[in-house]
């Protein structure tokens, strides 16, 4: 371990000394004296990325004061297949990570997470994917390995925040079914359709086990469980001012749809049709699983001189049926800016807000079990994300956690103060 600190220290020193100032580069190991941008000439390509939470419960929640840190090592490699083989469009793209820490929300005993980087406590391989660009990178084909919240139900405005239930996608997606999301990839395929600079199409079609998720696996069971079904989803995008030379301000709105093929279970019901709290038999099984998001984010004011400086809200619907998903409507909104102080232009400040609503079926199975009904669960946040360089971002965070989870164990609401540290090697 000491050799390799002294290793990055004398890396440091000669980017400093002899290649000059890396405090201006794009990553905190600068260019490896040359190396980097050689490879990458080449057609390959390193990014890693450190991103640590530190936050703290100051009041309410289940178990008191808290404190909790977690963090998220990625490595992300990209080989560039015509740069090395001559195969024109084609990419080839491998990840991982390694995280480690604790959820505040195991002490503040709510179900959206204040840290989104929590999940997964191992090393583990995400990503490993063949995309072919073509038609002038009009159409994409990906292949491989996937996460489906890389491609559907994201936006760059949730990655603003740390809460898990902006941060990423909506969190009620893989709360209810098997949506994969960092740092956990399924086998899939996505195609992608661009006719026109302000209309874009995306269908994948993805993997439905859940088994291989399990920690054990390291993200490296590749299985294929023909029973489980298959996850089928579109979206359709309208991208409003983003064609070249385009002189209104940006705008994003985007409708998706997607079908599950597996079996779920009910909530409520058994095989009669009955209340299986009541009934003591099984719940029905039932096929297939569906819904659908809303996205909406438009600039509504621009920084003179700027392209993409100033202020832009959001606003994120989804809705699936009750009888088989926990939590089938949910909202998150945001207003950011990016930036709000002057000469701080690659800052950007965000308030947040999510609200969970849980299925009236399971309300109705908390009843007829004698325990309390969960209703909703809310969150608001606020933060400032300092670009302190290129490659290290620092970002004070505050969190009021409403109804922890659903009101059903009479928790208090909860109050999180924190920071996040990001740096890009």
Not at 209 to 219: L, Q, S, V
Not at 303 to 331: C, K, L, R, Y
Not at 351 to 368: H, N, P, V
């Amino acid at each position: 371990m000491k050799k390799l600190f002294f290793a990055i220290l004398l890396l440091l020193v000669s980017q400093t000394c002899v290649f000059g100032s890396w405090w201006d580069g794009q990553y905190l190991l600068g260019d490896w004296a040359g190396q980097r941008q050689k490879l990458s000439d080449k057609g390959i390509d390193f990014t890693g990325t450190y991103v640590t939470d530190l936050l703290g419960n100051v009041s309410g929640g289940e178990d008191g004061r808290r404190f909790r840190y977690d963090s998220s090592t990625g490595l992300d490699v990209n080989f560039d297949m015509e740069k090395l083989c001559g195969l024109a469009g084609l990419q080839s793209h491998a990840s991982g990570v390694y995280r480690q820490g604790d959820n505040l929300s195991d002490d503040i005993g709510n179900r959206f997470p204040p840290s989104s980087i929590y999940g997964s406590e191992e090393i583990r391989l995400y990503n490993l994917y063949l995309e072919q660009a073509m038609l002038d990178d009009k159409v994409s084909l990906k292949l491989g390995r996937l996460g489906t919240g890389d491609d559907f139900a994201q936006s760059p405005l949730y990655w603003i925040f740390l809460t898990n239930s902006i941060d990423g996608c909506p969190i009620n997606l893989p709360i209810n079914f098997f949506f994969t999301t960092y740092p956990t990839a399924t086998w899939g395929a996505r195609l992608r359709a661009s006719p026109t600079d302000s209309f874009t199409w995306k269908g994948g079609i993805y993997h439905q086990d859940p088994k291989i998720a399990r920690m054990d696996a390291h993200g490296a069971d590749f299985s294929w469980r023909r029973n489980k079904g298959l996850l089928f989803i579109q979206e359709f995008s309208y991208l409003n001012n983003q064609a070249e030379g385009s002189k209104g301000m940006p705008g994003n709105y985007k409708l998706g749809l997607f079908y599950s093929s597996g079996r779920f279970t009910d909530l409520y019901e058994d095989e009669n049709g009955n209340s299986c709290a009541l009934s003591g038999l099984d719940p029905k099984r039932r096929h297939g699983n569906y819904g659908l998001y809303l996205h909406v984010d438009q600039m509504l004011y621009r920084e003179s001189g700027t392209a993409d400086e100033g202020f832009t809200p959001f606003f994120v619907v989804t809705w699936q049926p009750d009888d088989v998903n926990e939590m089938p409507f949910f909202i998150d909104a945001g207003l950011t800016y990016k930036g709000l102080i002057p000469g701080r232009g690659d800052d950007i400040a965000g308030i947040g807000y999510a609200y969970g609503k849980w299925s009236r079926q399971l309300g109705k199975y908390e009843t007829d079990s004698g325990g309390t009904r969960q209703k909703y669960e809310m969150v608001v946040e606020a933060t400032y994300k300092i670009a302190v360089n290129k490659w290290l971002y620092l970002q004070p965070d505050l969190q009021y956690i409403i109804n922890p989870h659903g009101g059903d164990k009479d928790i208090d609401d909860a109050l999180v103060v924190g920071a996040r540290v990001g740096v890009t090697f």
